[in-house]
């Protein structure tokens, strides 16, 4: 029965976008306006604007504007652990957070649908190139003196920069060297006895 109304509540949305309508923007968001987006269909080649808004309370169009709005507090993003080899072949497990920010909403909100998507592939990319340049003692020293972590923060900061994040800050959460096993066949664990060391 509900099923036959579903054209009545269409309607009504329909007719809602002809109304002028507010929002609200946070303290901690920005946000942008797209107008023109609507129209461009119906009347043919009409030039799209963007305008970009602060805090506050926003009038906008529904049938010609949308609305988007951006976070741009300083917040984390957990590349997860990474297992990865050292230029002289040795395996390390890393695990790296970024603190970033948007400095630019514009280019947050249109040249990617997911920025914190972005934000994790390129970081983990930039993470394995730093690590795989240096051999294991040249990158145990860049570990000890932050120089790794300048690194990793600088890079991840330029390849950001064309989607309107910047990168404040890269932590080294934890690293370990680790030893990888491979298991062919059938063949089962060999057992361990430990213990000889009790």
Known sequence: MFDALNWVNDLVCWFGQWFPRWGHCPVTHRGVKFKGHFLRGLIGQQKMTTKE?????YFYWPVKTTVEKVPVKIHDIDLSQQSLTTRDNKPIMVHVVLLVRVSSVLRAST???DVDDILVQIGRKVVATAVGRLKWDALLNNIRNDKLLSEIQEE????LRRFGVRVEEAILDDYTSNKVFTVLGSNEL????DSEDE
Not at 190 to 193: A, G
């Open 53 to 57: 808004f602060g805090p506050g309370i």
């Open 111 to 113: 040249r990617t649908p």
């Open 156 to 159: 991840a900061d330029a390849r």
């Open 190 to 193: 060999p057992v361990i006895d």
